[in-house]
């Protein structure tokens, strides 16, 4: 566990098309201040992170930054929401209608409009958890190895 504290470290992982970064940077603070900046759909692990931080490092004003790209289809679902579909249509047609408009109304045109689709996420969490954890310790080995390389 590193003391002094000033430092850098970063790391990246790529799995199964989900695209993760932990970038931890530290000033020289007499305790232990860990600040964590992360995407919201992340938030639930955000203790998790900071406990693997805070287990490698001693004292210093530490700030970590997470990104996370989930490009990757697995847990996700586009829902149609036909009954607002539906009342577009009826309300569409009948504007239309009342102004001797052509009522052709392309279905592409109507998945634009809003709450018509809706895209679901279902992730994976434990597999984000491990996933996040590897990438997390990853970066705080790279830290104090820059924080030992230093001194």
Do not use: W
């Amino acid at each position: 566990m590193i003391k002094s504290m000033t430092g850098y470290g970063k790391s990246n992982l790529s799995k199964n098309l989900r695209e993760y970064q932990i970038e931890i940077k530290s000033v020289n603070h007499r305790y232990l201040d860990v600040s964590i900046k992360m995407p919201k759909s992340l938030s639930y692990l955000e203790e998790e992170i900071k406990r693997i931080v805070s287990s490698n490092v001693s004292r210093g004003k530490i700030d970590v930054f997470v990104t996370f790209n989930n490009n990757s289809p697995e847990g996700r679902d586009i829902k149609i929401n036909t009954e607002i579909a539906k009342m577009y249509i009826k309300e569409l047609k009948n504007l239309a209608e009342s102004e001797g408009l052509i009522s052709d109304i392309p279905v592409t045109e109507i998945s634009k409009l809003p709450d018509v689709l809706t895209i679901q996420t279902n992730q994976d969490e434990e597999t984000i958890k491990d996933e996040l954890n590897e990438v997390t310790r990853n970066s705080c080995k790279k830290f104090n190895r820059n924080e030992k390389n230093r001194r």
